[in-house]
């Protein structure tokens, strides 16, 4: 029978059925943060359980911990950050805390570390462990108790989800990146449409991605509502490990990590690659997005009275006027950062705009890197240099920072930003702030206009 | 655990509800699952002084001793936080019906007993109607029928075997799953070594 990957990761990883219908399925490797980890190791205390298999899992420092230095923790980030460690060292579990090196966001750190490969079944107390799919690895975000299922028998107790076949058809313009890609994604499915899927994204425009491409794309995969995100394992998602700590140290190589041709999906979605444009959303959902040279919806009184509430109550919160060209909004701030996009290519990328250039007056541009190897790789290239001559602000310490301002990064009632992150939701980044979802590239031109920009305005001068 | 959830139900009709508003993240700087009932829905709920938002249904009467929620489409989506269901438990919600939820939310749910009937668009209409008249409604919810009943009207509702056996029987996934430790070793005996993932410390 033609199966596709996500079947093949679904039927390799199966220990048994259960009698209600559920199955138990093996994790290779567990990840674990400081927020969502706690009551998982308190419940194993309560029930006076072991962890399985410690040496299956990492634990990581990112959400909660400052970037402008590695001290500074309120009594509450401190207890947080002290009991992962406190709770590693119990379980003799890795731990990657501040000052380690190797520290940094969670899904920066696991392939830079060499520790995903093709055909591996990773979870994570995080949504966006759908990145992995990168790595045609199935990955994905679970909660609490979930983590504590993990720690206590190495497995978790899953359902087959149905499979969605994404496909953009042709090649995307130049100045198209991964980002844009994806937000035209969750543009077109919606941000529930994929709920109950896993999603093979495919086509030219995919597998022309790097694997840091391919990484953006299924990290935001979750905001489609995808479970899963897969991109089929090619050469050079076998070899992203050479060279990497723990390259080499395990190969997954009982299948070849790639759905059967002529496999059949519960539902397929073409895109044309010529239909995406650099894109940024306006609204508070992430589907909510046009590109940079479109503007804001305009009320249109045909469409139902829900619709329209809901985008009177985005347009409202986001302090925009319907109609409104996007590149008119000016902004007050700028983050490049998180898990989406933080690695080195997309600081790269950013540099490469904001070379010879300044942030607008008034802008207040922050720039953290994914992780400390990161920020040192980026150092090495100079890319620092190039940041803070422009006016941004080169943080120190690595992590999530500003794409949830779970640590002191959070921004004022009402502070538009210019955001490389995945989330816009109401208060996301603060309790009032405006968030508007762009590609690195396009929060560098964002910060030198003092406004939504195009991209392309800045390459086309610079190429 | 009760097979049956009875309670006066409040309308949220907004789609995308996500757990970021459900749990802003204030709340999340903690080690414990306690004290989050105050954090729920914290910023549709309370104003920059803390008093209570008129406008917020769950601050209105009768809705303010609501147990039950009919909310939008797409509920509970974004973040994996777990808090989001603890706190709506510690409000004292014990059911939230929609059309459709988001993954991560539904299964923590499950794992802390609050339930959520999903039903299809024309009941969810229905349903929002009956909860936002001046009253509100009873509404119960059968989960072993999977049937929803609100006055008159009744409709099916959607839920997993998997699901619904959990939440009639009130088990513990853990402690039950390890009553299948020996078939995880039996695969454990499978992998190759090569297959065996150690992080370095």
């Given at each position: 029978?033609?199966?596709t990957?996500?079947?093949?990761?679904?039927?390799?990883?199966?220990v048994?059925?259960?009698?209600?219908g559920?199955?138990l399925?093996y994790?290779?490797?567990?990840?674990?943060?400081?927020?969502?980890?706690?009551?998982?190791f308190?419940g194993l205390?309560?029930?006076k359980?072991k962890v399985?298999?410690?040496?299956?899992?990492?634990?990581v420092?990112?959400?909660?911990?400052a970037?402008?230095s590695?001290?500074h923790?309120?009594?509450a980030?401190?207890l947080?950050?002290?009991?992962?460690?406190?709770?590693?060292?119990?379980?003799?579990?890795?731990?990657?805390?501040?000052?380690?090196?190797?520290?940094?966001?969670?899904?920066?750190?696991?392939?830079e570390?060499g520790?995903?490969?093709?055909?591996?079944l990773?979870?994570?107390?995080?949504?966006?462990?759908t990145t992995?799919?990168?790595?045609g690895?199935l990955g994905?975000?679970?909660g609490?108790?979930?983590?504590?299922?993990?720690?206590?028998?190495?497995?978790?107790?899953?359902k087959?989800?149905k499979?969605?076949?994404?496909?953009?058809?042709g090649?995307?313009?130049?100045?198209?990146?991964?980002?844009?890609i994806?937000?035209?994604?969750?543009?077109?499915?919606?941000?529930?449409?994929?709920?109950?899927?896993?999603?093979?994204?495919?086509?030219?425009?995919?597998?022309?991605q790097?694997?840091?491409?391919?990484?953006?794309i299924?990290?935001?995969?979750v905001?489609?509502?995808?479970r899963?995100a897969?991109?089929s394992?090619?050469?050079q998602?076998?070899?992203?490990?050479d060279?990497?700590?723990?390259?080499?140290?395990?190969?997954?190589?009982?299948?070849?990590?790639?759905s059967d041709?002529?496999?059949?999906?519960?539902a397929?979605?073409?895109?044309?690659?010529?239909?995406?444009?650099?894109?940024?959303?306006?609204?508070?959902?992430?589907?909510q997005?046009?590109?940079i040279?479109?503007?804001?919806?305009?009320?249109?009184?045909?469409?139902?009275?829900?619709e329209?509430?809901?985008?009177?109550r985005a347009?409202?919160?986001?302090?925009?006027?319907?109609g409104?060209a996007?590149?008119?909004?000016?902004i007050?701030s700028?983050f490049?950062g998180?898990?989406?996009?933080s690695r080195?290519e997309?600081l790269?990328a950013?540099?490469?705009?904001?070379?010879?250039r300044?942030v607008?007056?008034?802008v207040?541009a922050i720039?953290?890197?994914?992780?400390t190897?990161?920020?040192m790789?980026?150092?090495?290239?100079?890319?620092?240099?190039?940041?803070t001559?422009?006016?941004?602000?080169w943080r120190?310490?690595?992590?999530?920072?500003?794409?949830?301002a779970?640590?002191?990064?959070?921004?004022?009632?009402g502070?538009?930003?210019?955001?490389?992150t995945?989330?816009?939701?109401?208060g996301?980044q603060?309790?009032?702030?405006?968030?508007h979802?762009m590609?690195?590239?396009?929060?560098?031109?964002?910060?030198i206009?003092?406004?939504?920009?195009d991209?392309?305005?800045?390459?086309?001068?610079?190429? | 655990?009760?097979?049956?959830?009875t309670?006066?139900?409040?309308?949220?009709p907004?789609?995308?509800?996500?757990t970021?508003?459900?749990?802003?993240?204030r709340?999340l700087i903690?080690?414990t699952r306690e004290?989050?009932?105050e954090?729920?829905?914290?910023?549709?709920?309370?104003?920059?002084?803390?008093?209570?938002?008129?406008?917020f249904?769950?601050?209105?009467d009768?809705?303010n001793?609501?147990?039950?929620?009919?909310?939008?489409?797409?509920?509970?989506?974004?973040s994996s936080?777990?808090?989001?269901?603890?706190g709506?438990?510690q409000?004292g919600?014990?059911?939230?019906?929609?059309?459709?939820?988001?993954?991560?939310?539904?299964?923590?749910?499950r794992k802390?007993?609050l339930?959520?009937?999903?039903?299809t668009p024309?009941a969810?209409?229905?349903?929002?109607?009956?909860?936002?008249?001046?009253?509100?409604?009873?509404?119960?919810?059968?989960?072993?029928?999977?049937?929803?009943?609100?006055g008159?009207f009744?409709?099916p509702?959607?839920?997993?075997?998997?699901?619904?056996s959990?939440l009639i029987?009130?088990?513990?996934?853990?402690?039950?799953?390890?009553?299948?430790?020996?078939?995880?070793?039996a695969y454990e005996?499978?992998?190759?070594?090569?297959m065996?993932?150690?992080?370095?410390k």
């Amino acid at each position: 029978m033609k199966r596709t990957l996500y079947d093949k990761l679904v039927d390799a990883h199966k220990v048994c059925d259960l009698p209600d219908g559920d199955m138990l399925i093996y994790v290779d490797f567990h990840i674990m943060n400081e927020y969502t980890s706690p009551q998982a190791f308190s419940g194993l205390d309560v029930k006076k359980l072991k962890v399985w298999r410690p040496e299956a899992h990492l634990a990581v420092i990112d959400h909660v911990n400052a970037t402008k230095s590695a001290e500074h923790h309120d009594a509450a980030s401190q207890l947080l950050i002290e009991n992962l460690e406190a709770n590693c060292t119990k379980h003799d579990i890795a731990f990657y805390g501040l000052g380690d090196k190797r520290q940094g966001i969670e899904h920066v750190v696991v392939p830079e570390q060499g520790l995903v490969s093709p055909g591996m079944l990773i979870a994570c107390g995080d949504s966006h462990t759908t990145t992995y799919g990168a790595f045609g690895a199935l990955g994905f975000g679970i909660g609490t108790s979930e983590v504590e299922h993990v720690l206590a028998t190495q497995t978790l107790r899953y359902k087959r989800l149905k499979t969605m076949l994404v496909e953009i058809e042709g090649d995307t313009a130049p100045s198209v990146t991964a980002k844009d890609i994806i937000m035209k994604v969750v543009q077109v499915v919606g941000a529930g449409g994929a709920n109950g899927f896993a999603v093979e994204f495919a086509g030219p425009a995919i597998l022309a991605q790097s694997m840091s491409g391919r990484m953006t794309i299924c990290n935001m995969a979750v905001e489609l509502g995808a479970r899963a995100a897969l991109i089929s394992a090619d050469e050079q998602a076998w070899r992203m490990s050479d060279g990497r700590p723990h390259g080499g140290k395990f190969r997954f190589d009982n299948e070849e990590w790639v759905s059967d041709e002529g496999a059949e999906f519960d539902a397929v979605v073409k895109i044309s690659a010529t239909d995406i444009a650099p894109l940024v959303s306006w609204g508070t959902s992430p589907d909510q997005s046009v590109p940079i040279d479109g503007h804001v919806p305009e009320f249109d009184d045909g469409k139902p009275a829900k619709e329209m509430a809901a985008l009177r109550r985005a347009i409202d919160y986001m302090g925009l006027e319907a109609g409104q060209a996007v590149n008119s909004i000016a902004i007050d701030s700028a983050f490049i950062g998180s898990c989406t996009n933080s690695r080195i290519e997309d600081l790269r990328a950013a540099a490469k705009i904001l070379k010879n250039r300044k942030v607008a007056a008034g802008v207040n541009a922050i720039i953290v890197p994914g992780s400390t190897l990161t920020r040192m790789q980026a150092e090495a290239e100079g890319l620092d240099v190039i940041f803070t001559d422009a006016g941004f602000d080169w943080r120190p310490e690595s992590g999530c920072s500003m794409c949830l301002a779970m640590n002191n990064d959070i921004a004022m009632d009402g502070e538009r930003i210019a955001s490389s992150t995945n989330r816009n939701f109401e208060g996301r980044q603060g309790r009032g702030a405006r968030t508007h979802l762009m590609s690195p590239a396009m929060v560098a031109a964002a910060a030198i206009s003092g406004r939504l920009a195009d991209v392309r305005d800045f390459q086309t001068e610079a190429e | 655990m009760p097979k049956l959830v009875t309670g006066l139900a409040a309308p949220l009709p907004l789609s995308n509800v996500d757990t970021d508003v459900i749990m802003p993240k204030r709340f999340l700087i903690t080690i414990t699952r306690e004290g989050l009932a105050e954090g729920t829905f914290a910023d549709l709920r309370i104003d920059d002084t803390g008093a209570n938002r008129p406008d917020f249904v769950l601050n209105k009467d009768p809705w303010n001793e609501a147990t039950v929620l009919v909310v939008g489409d797409n509920f509970g989506c974004g973040s994996s936080r777990e808090h989001a269901v603890w706190g709506l438990n510690q409000l004292g919600i014990t059911a939230i019906i929609g059309t459709s939820f988001a993954g991560i939310f539904y299964d923590n749910a499950r794992k802390n007993g609050l339930t959520l009937p999903i039903v299809t668009p024309e009941a969810h209409a229905t349903l929002m109607e009956l909860a936002s008249g001046d009253k509100g409604v009873d509404i119960l919810i059968d989960i072993e029928q999977l049937k929803i009943t609100a006055g008159d009207f009744s409709a099916p509702f959607q839920m997993d075997a998997a699901t619904q056996s959990s939440l009639i029987k009130g088990e513990d996934d853990t402690l039950d799953s390890l009553n299948y430790s020996d078939n995880i070793r039996a695969y454990e005996n499978t992998l190759s070594d090569a297959m065996r993932v150690s992080v370095l410390k």
